[in-house]
């Protein structure tokens, strides 16, 4: 199995006294994330799923992401911003029929903790920014690195003319 880490996209400041959890994409990372979509869509073969964070900023990148994939949003998973990777993948691994791809979109520094752990490579994961690793057959919790992806490289890919590859 694939498994895609996409951190959201830009997102507000929180305002004075305001949660951090409520924060929203700017008009920018909405923008953004709708490009950088559109050519993680060209990058994304097979059967799918779709989990993201439930805060806003993530969410609204992640429904980017589903409209560019022509799919849905699998699963809102608190683990995410919680940083848990051993809850999500217990429950990737409780799935009953396990998807070729599992995109996660979620926050930092547990995007780049997760990506160092499963991968055994730093990297810097900045917003909007996608990781793709293919997960070990045996040990699902070591993985080779495939790619790594700044938003406007995606972006670029998106605009190309031609059809994507097929999914």
Not at 55 to 63: G, N, V
Not at 70 to 98: K, Q, T
Request: charge should be neutral; aromatic fraction near 2%.
């Amino acid at each position: 199995m694939d498994l895609i880490l996409v951190r959201h996209a830009e997102a507000e400041d929180a305002p004075p006294g305001g949660a951090d959890q409520d924060r929203e994409l700017t008009a920018h990372g909405r923008k953004v994330a709708a490009a950088m979509a559109q050519g993680l869509a060209r990058c994304v073969e097979g059967r799918t799923l779709l989990w993201t964070s439930p805060l806003p900023r993530a969410r609204q990148t992640a429904e980017r992401v589903a409209h560019a994939l022509e799919m849905v949003i699998d699963r809102e998973h608190d683990a995410i911003p919680a940083g848990d990777l051993d809850l999500l993948h217990a429950d990737w691994r409780s799935l009953a029929r396990r998807p070729d791809t599992l995109i996660l979109v979620g926050h930092q520094p547990h995007l780049g903790l997760w990506a160092e752990r499963l991968t055994g490579v730093a990297l810097p994961i900045k917003k909007a920014s996608v990781v793709a690793m293919r997960l070990g057959a045996e040990d699902d919790l070591a993985a080779k690195l495939l790619w790594y992806a700044h938003p406007d490289a995606l972006a670029n890919l998106g605009r190309r003319k031609g059809s994507p590859p097929r999914r």
